[in-house]
């Protein structure tokens, strides 16, 4: 897809970046490392997310040459944080799921400690398989439905349900 | 027996797409006809209410401190060849150029430099030969133009745009979305004044709002850099 004419703030960074100049690189990495920061923890926990943010910009590194300028620099890499963030979380949840499998019910179980307090990140972190990505690509950080079907291979409307049900399970967990 | 999520009522289902606005104008007109008489219904809205406002006003994170040193080091080195590759591939793309696209305007180029050519050159035979007229079809057509408005700029014709082609348009999206939970949380606040939780909700997103706002505003006039 083909953006508008827009100059790319970031272009003449990972023209450089893309030759193997990592002072470039680093421009780019404190320009988006915000953000992508914030989508890893909201993604993959707390815990993860620094390991998360990492993957990403690696990632980013070693694809740069695959970068055609079709979309903005910003926009590609949140695009591929989001796919980088999602297979981690999946591959987290395998683990975890291989070396602790009581655990993984414990931790994405609706009824439990559901009459405590909780902050968003305990709750986010406790959503279960599917959930979580849903609810943190929609309300925090503005995805379509659309744009949410398409990254996690789903359909509209099940992206819909989990939104709702992601939202519910919340509503118990963090009610006041 | 209801559970969480099965309550034996449908409506249940819709209140997060109504809180999204996603519901046809007739479902929402049903939807609001069963809220009037529905109390597990309306409790549950606004307690899904109160779980967006908060998902929207999650703060961004800072960067942990020696975050990019850390990442440095594990970047893989790249190769003399991956670099050439990786600068061709840029450059070409910043001339907006792919490599099916050349092959296209090569091929275009070459065709209508032989169709033409034969033409001309078959023109000329014919005139050094006689005082032929060649046919109007033989020359070149004068360039159309674009529908010019009433007002004098080039009318272009409209492209369907997409959220993600803007960088900044999930942020425009969450900042209309800030302005309307502010609208709801402030008219919520003034229905029930002195409520803590509420004020609490009003302030952040306020400062949420104001400093996404400034965020914007600094970003698409190019300030920040």
Redesign the interface.
Known sequence: ?K??A?PD?D?RD??RA???D?QA??RL???H???V??LA??IVGSDL??DG??EV??RA??N?????????F??WL??LAVNVLLRHAEVARRVTARIAPGLVDELYS?SSDSAATMD?DSALARLGPGLREV?VLH???????D?IAESLAISISAS??R???G??????W??? | MTT??DHGDPWH?R???YLDG?LSEPETRALEDHLKSCESCRA?LV??R???L???A?A?????EG??A???S???T?TPQ??????W???R??L?L?TGTLRKVTAAAALTITFMGGIWAGAALCLAESAWTPPGWMHFPARPSRPVSPGGERTMPS?P???????W???R??LS?LDQQLAGATSALANQPGNK?LERVVLRLTRERDNLRSLLDSATT?ND?
Request: hydrophobic share 40%.
């Open positions: 897809m953006r508008n827009t703030p272009a990972v023209a893309a030759r193997g990592t690189f680093e990495y404190l320009a490392a915000a953000r920061h914030t923890r909201r997310a620094e943010a990492q910009f690696i590194w070693e740069l040459g695959k970068f055609r300028g079709e979309a903005l910003a926009t949140h695009r609706p968003i609810v309300d925090m950080e503005g995805y379509t439905h744009e819909k349900m939104l709702h049900r939202r519910t399970l919340l509503r118990e963090i009610r006041r | 969480l999520f289902d209140l997060s797409e996603l549950a307690e899904l109160a779980v967006v908060r998902l929207h999650d961004s994170d800072e960067v942990p975050a990019w850390r990442t440095v594990r970047l893989p790249r991956d670099a050439r590759a990786a600068g591939r840029v450059r793309a910043s907006g792919q492209r745009t997409d959220s993600i082609l803007d960088e348009t999930p942020l999206r969450l979305g939780a190019g850099r």
